[in-house]
DNA sequence: TCGTAACTGCGAACGACGTTTGCAGTTTAC
DNA sequence: GTAAACTGCAAACGTCGTTCGCAGTTACGA
């Protein structure tokens, strides 16, 4: 639904409620349940409708090791676009025929790799992994930084506050090294 | 709250409401708010005690890699005896004085290690998510392969999948593998 | 010893939630 | 033209987190 997806853009998962999605589409709650058979189901479709901004998927050509990065740029990308995402992606059953496109077109990438397949898997959890790790870096560093606690029974963590921060533009090479030097490490002997 | 925590060993952190911890007391609903703002407030406590189970810290001698991955390990083993802390742990709020002593002790294997304060910090976010990431690898593998999906369209993954799945030794070799290179090319020039 | 002030536990109630039910109104099929 | 099927939806149910107000208990100075 996209006014369910509307709704979680603007306020949160938490505001996705069954009535707040009905008012907007000027309508009763229950009707909802014409097409829906309950709320989950409208969080595994908002899951999968998102999963289809993944395309299109690069072609797999040059290193496997670009393309994979590449992947999992769009993967930030969308979880910055939707933050809530990360909530759902947790829930087994928010894998749907696109987020199995997703898996399969990282398959078909790591082809030429000679792997088994259990590390080819973990590979794509990883780098799913990683990529939303990066997408919620900024909250997740601001929320650490304005605690309200009394730092002093942490000396070697106030130390590490009290430097200066490093720059975005680091960052981004942070994502890209972690990602390759992580990938790289599984998928080759 | 002790009682909390059962409940959510039980039978999942949805099941921890108000009226079945005040019940496991044998009192009211209300009476808890004596002790608690509110339900986050339950929750936050939660967090913090099983983080808690993380201690001892191990000392930082010999290897700081052999340090983290054997923190890594006390990572992954509390979050496979508590699956709920997982959904606790994306809360900003929870990050109590366990989880910042935890913190605090990692930044401190690293101490001897030269880079960045901001890529250490990413270090440890990576830790923490590779450590869930194996923590809930089981779950996950199986409900990949039991989705009723025609798999006909994602041609690379099911061959993937029609090959026979790794041995549980390979798994463990490859959290340790995944880890250390993912560290090590974060932490080194 | 009493009186009062402060604190404690908690039944009852409030509003919001997901979901079910039952019934009008409408479309479809023969 | 009538019966069957489908649609939208107000009302209600049970559960949730949370608040309120009142008994019962303790603490303490007079």
Redesign the interface.
């Known amino acids: 639904m996209t006014a369910a997806i509307a709704i979680a853009d603007a306020d949160g998962l938490a505001a996705v409620s069954m009535r707040a999605v009905a008012a907007r589409l000027e309508t009763g709650a229950a009707s909802l349940y014409r097409y829906l058979s309950s709320r989950d189901d409208l969080l595994d479709l908002m899951a999968d409708r998102v999963a289809a901004e993944l395309r299109p998927y690069p072609e797999p050509d040059g290193d496997w090791l670009d393309t994979l990065v590449r992947l999992a740029r769009a993967q930030r990308a969308v979880h910055e676009r939707h933050p809530w995402l ?2 759902l992606s ?1 829930r ?2 928010a ?1 749907g ?1 696109e987020a ?2 997703f ?3 990282c ?2 990438v790591m ?1 030429p790799v000679e792997a ?7 590979a794509i ?2 780098m799913n ?2 990529a ?2 990066f997408a ?2 900024r ?3 601001e ?2 930084t304005f ?1 309200g ?1 009394d ?1 002093t ?5 106030l ?3 009290s ?1 200066p ?2 720059t975005p533009a ?2 981004m090479d ?1 994502f890209e ?2 990602l ?3 990938l ?3 998928l080759t002997a």
Chains 1, 2 share one sequence.
């Open positions: 990360f909530e947790q087994a059953s894998i025929p199995l496109a898996f399969d077109a398959l078909r082809a088994p397949s259990a590390a080819k898997f973990e959890g990883m992994g990683v939303i790790l919620r870096k909250a997740a560093g929320s650490l605690v606690f730092l029974p942490y000396p070697h963590l130390a590490a506050l430097r921060a490093a680091a960052a942070l090294r972690a390759r030097s992580l790289r490490g599984l």
